[in-house]
């Protein structure tokens, strides 16, 4: 596993304690189990198992679910389990990585060693990193879109996508409808709502508050509030005209809803790592420590969220940023991530240090993106000006995210959260400004004709230390 093509990061809200997906295993064959985004599992009965391909594995679960030919390029196969998640290969043997998990746990994970011993992979079939949802959009096959949907669904109640509380609603709404059908006037739809809210919307949305201090704060009327903003926006989900008599073909179009929403979100269709920052040093002592955070890689840049306050520290596009990481063998696991940015007013460059055992995994994988990006790029002028009728006005929603400029948004950057080394170059030397910085320490870069990221030269009245 290198890294480029096979990626590991932290596990995902579909993830289950310890559960396995290999029962038997016999001189000629075993039954193996896939689990979907569901948690349903695929049982199949297979020849060889040590040496079958994850390619092969992945066909058997296309034939048994009669998937169409897009659900090669739209699904992968994954190891998961509560410490580690790998996307395979098609050339990666499932069964021989397993017998390796432990050996990839003490690699890429800091877990003690007693979780090591205890933990095992489960076989997941799991969205491709790799799949671009422009690709997406184009997709009709309905247990294709649900597949989706699912696990979009379960990334969004867990938290792993950062939502405002309004694109909550929307999407806690449209599963309101997949589950609950349409909306109807004079049912007893909030108390229905309010049994399985956690079915809607993210855990700490559901929290409601209890006793005098909770009262004052009025969190008990926040709560309900919550209730409301989403009974109202389940009024509003809109129905497809005719799809009544056939509610399995009408949740299509609600499907495809609850993607193209999230496609709104700029991490959407990441892979996710576990890593450490510095916190800004605080206070009289300066202390500042480490907080954890979500490294998510995707198609289109690099989102590091965190972890518990369930917002965006930074988001950046691969053009508008260098990068590298350094393993245990040099100095310690990190990967750096440098950008443009400002201190105290002056133009600097900035560099972030993410600690994380996965640091070689996510260079790797921001390599493999761009790589991927520099091979479509070419392609990309042709199709936007000769595919608008192709596309039916498909292609605009993904790059437009009006909704996600709101003042504090979870998903815009907060670098005055980050305690970042600054940088600017003086001559043939690089200088720390205080605590400041400039030319780019990394030669790793997506080296494109209209990128923005820059090196940032110096000026005379610069206090220097």
């Avoid at 093509?5 to 993830?15: C, I, K, L, T, V």
């Avoid at 040590?50 to 739209?74: N, Y």
């Avoid at 320490?441 to 030269?457: D, E, H, I």
Wanted: aromatic share 6%; proline share 7%.
């Amino acid at each position: 596993m290198d890294g480029t093509e096979g990626n590991a990061g932290q596990p995902g809200p579909a993830d289950r304690s310890h559960r396995s997906s290999v029962s038997s295993v016999g001189a000629r064959a075993a039954d193996v189990l896939v689990y979907l985004a569901d948690d349903t599992m695929v049982p199949l009965a297979v020849e060889n198992l040590p040496s079958l391909t994850a390619h092969e594995l992945h066909q058997a679960v296309r034939e048994v679910l009669q998937l169409p030919d897009v659900a090669l390029d739209a699904f992968a196969l994954w190891l998961v389990s509560p410490l580690l998640e790998v996307q395979l290969k098609p050339k990666h043997q499932p069964y021989k990585l397993g017998r390796q998990w432990q050996e990839l746990l003490l690699r890429f994970t800091d877990a003690p060693d007693d979780d090591v011993a205890m933990d095992e992979p489960s076989l997941q079939f799991r969205r491709n990193v790799f799949f671009p949802k422009r690709r997406e959009l184009q997709i009709h096959d309905k247990e294709v879109l649900r597949l989706l949907y699912e696990e979009a669904k379960g990334n969004v109640l867990a938290a792993r996508y950062p939502c405002d509380v309004e694109d909550c609603e929307a999407l806690g709404a449209l599963v309101c409808r997949v589950q609950l059908g349409p909306y109807q006037p004079g049912q007893p739809t909030a108390c229905a709502l309010r049994e399985k809210l956690d079915s809607f919307l993210p855990a700490h949305l559901c929290k409601r508050g209890h006793g005098l201090f909770a009262a004052l704060r009025g969190r008990g009327t926040k709560a309900g509030t919550g209730e409301q903003g989403l009974l109202n926006a389940y009024r509003r989900v809109k129905e497809v005209a005719g799809s009544e008599s056939e509610h399995e073909a009408s949740l299509s179009p609600h499907y495809r809803a609850y993607l193209l929403k999230c496609h709104e979100l700029p991490f959407y269709g990441s892979a996710f790592f576990h890593g450490e920052i510095d916190k800004p040093a605080q206070g009289f002592l300066h202390r500042g420590g480490q907080k954890p955070v979500s490294v998510a890689i995707s198609l289109e840049g690099v989102h590091v969220i965190d972890s518990r306050e369930k917002h965006v520290l930074l988001g950046l596009r691969f053009q508008e940023l260098s990068w590298d990481h350094t393993s245990p063998e040099e100095e310690e696991s990190v990967l750096w991530l440098e950008f443009d940015g400002d201190n105290e007013g002056t133009p600097v460059n900035k560099l972030l240090k993410i600690y994380s055992k996965q640091a070689e995994l996510m260079s790797s994988l921001i390599e493999y993106c761009i790589e991927l990006s520099q091979a479509t790029e070419p392609a990309t002028p042709q199709e936007s000006a000769a595919g608008p009728a192709s596309a039916a006005g498909s292609s605009p929603p993904p790059t437009q995210h009006p909704q996600l400029r709101r003042q504090g948004s979870v998903v815009c950057s907060r670098i005055q959260h980050l305690s970042t080394i600054d940088y600017v170059e003086e001559g043939e030397q690089i200088k720390r400004v205080k605590p400041k910085r400039s030319t780019s320490f990394f030669s790793r870069q997506l080296s494109l004709g209209q990128g923005s990221y820059a090196v940032v030269q110096p000026t005379e009245s610069l206090e220097q230390g």
